[in-house]
């Protein structure tokens, strides 16, 4: 087939969870003899098109800013689509849903990755985020295929948009064995460093998580990777950190070996995003054997699947996970164990694109009969405390009320891979002091 995937920065970028989903789904789609086109932001000289590892790259315009530059090189990436004769195409982030009429104009066949909860996102103002609501919107009425990447996420789009999603999450590598040359080279001791990947935005609490270690009483060499692509106050605050020798910041780091070895060495990894969906970070750390403390949102309980590794919104009560965790070699021992065997289990890549694969030939399917976006209600578990307006509709229900519905199988009307099984029998029930139980 002719494939074209639309709203990445391009491939193979290594930016963040879009484009690592990319640089996986391309390299595999062209693998198994299909042409695929990725549409990219930056080019080199002024090449339009050009081939990397069989990928076609197409550069088309936009403006490269924070607030602009989803909606310019997503609005001429589709108008270059309409061109291009596709058999179906992927498309990223819900801003795009402004275009995805002329792709339905144009007959052509589309399924759209709605991410995380952008119109909720702490970096964007009231007119930035009421346009992603806008485009979500748009994006639940014209994709005949919509995928959300955690079942919370599906759920959310339920109940907000009275639609229907795929659930299809990230993979990650598990990997045993991995170097230290690199982390060393950085002066690094492996085991003896607690390490956060996050971009430096609201929504992924690296504030908090700064705090937490503030008020440790054993100072621990603490790693961050990460930036911002707009000028935040929190940039000073680590670059005073790291010139004061407390922190070591960085900044963002696009070699993937050097990440893999610094998640595969770390003491711990503190995981502190919340409206984002499934993130590849945290599928990435624990993959690599990190022991995983992630802030408890639907998201991350998700992945995690026990209480035990999840932290309130408080720094106080941060801290001390951290410093029991840090005083506990066993403890961290099976953190890393569940992480492998979660991952192992549920977030392998080569599963992940050929269900994308498959949500392509159902937009197609969908796209070539009349077809209208399924309309149904989730039922909510008895036992879900709704207070919190993020908490809404976000838990995924029991498989047994997922099949009463019909929602089970591969007609095209339910997800395309089982339910999350919950933690195996073999899982020891493990808490940390102060960590948050839910009944």
Not at 350 to 379: C, I, M
Not at 391 to 403: E, S
Request: proline content about 6%.
């Amino acid at each position: 087939m002719n494939l074209g995937i639309i709203g990445s920065r391009g491939f193979p970028s290594t930016y963040g969870g879009y484009e690592t989903l990319v640089r996986h789904l391309a390299r595999d789609w062209v693998g198994k003899g299909h042409t695929v086109t990725v549409y990219c932001r930056s080019r080199e000289g002024r090449r339009r098109a050009w081939a990397t590892d069989g990928v076609r790259c197409c550069w088309t315009p936009g403006r490269d800013s924070t607030r602009l530059s989803t909606l310019s090189f997503g609005a001429s990436a589709h108008v270059h689509a309409l061109t291009q004769r596709f058999d179906a195409v992927l498309v990223l982030n819900v801003a795009n849903g402004y275009f995805l009429p002329l792709l339905k104009a144009r007959g052509i066949p589309c399924a759209v990755n709605t991410d995380g909860i952008e119109w909720e996102r702490g970096k964007w103002g009231p007119l930035a985020r009421s346009v992603f609501l806008r485009g979500a919107r748009l994006t639940a009425r014209y994709a005949d295929v919509l995928i959300a990447d955690s079942q919370a996420i599906a759920a959310i789009w339920s109940e907000r948009f009275n639609v229907r999603s795929e659930f299809i999450p990230y993979g990650a590598p598990v990997l045993t064995s991995v170097d230290t040359g690199r982390v060393r080279a950085l002066g690094l001791v492996p085991q003896q460093y607690l390490l956060v990947v996050a971009r430096l935005i609201p929504e992924n609490n690296v504030a908090l998580i700064l705090d937490a270690i503030e008020q440790m009483p054993v100072k621990y060499r603490t790693v961050i990777v990460g930036s911002a692509d707009y000028h935040t106050p929190l940039e000073r605050r680590l670059r005073e950190a790291d010139h004061g020798g407390s922190i070591r910041w960085l900044g963002h780091v696009a070699d993937q070996e050097l990440l893999t070895q610094l998640w595969a060495n770390c003491s711990m990894y503190i995981h502190g995003h919340s409206v984002g969906g499934t993130n590849p970070s945290l599928l990435q750390a624990m993959g690599a054997g990190a022991p995983t403390l992630a802030l408890d949102t639907p998201f991350n309980r998700e992945v995690l699947g026990r209480d035990a590794q999840l932290y309130p919104r408080d720094a106080s009560a941060l801290s001390r996970s951290i410093m029991a965790l840090l005083g506990d070699a066993r403890l961290r021992a099976q953190f890393a164990e569940h992480g492998r065997r979660v991952i192992a289990r549920r977030y392998d890549w080569t599963a992940v694109t050929t269900q994308y694969f498959e949500a392509l030939q159902l937009a197609r399917q969908r796209a070539s009969g009349p077809y209208n976006v399924v309309k149904h209600d989730w039922a909510r578990p008895p036992d879900t405390d709704y207070s919190s307006p993020l908490m809404a509709g976000t838990l995924a229900r029991p498989a047994a009320a997922r099949a009463a519905e019909g929602l089970g199988g591969r007609d095209g009307r339910g997800p395309l891979v089982p339910e999350i099984a919950s933690p195996s029998a073999d899982s020891p029930s493990l808490a940390l002091p102060h960590s948050r139980q839910h009944t």
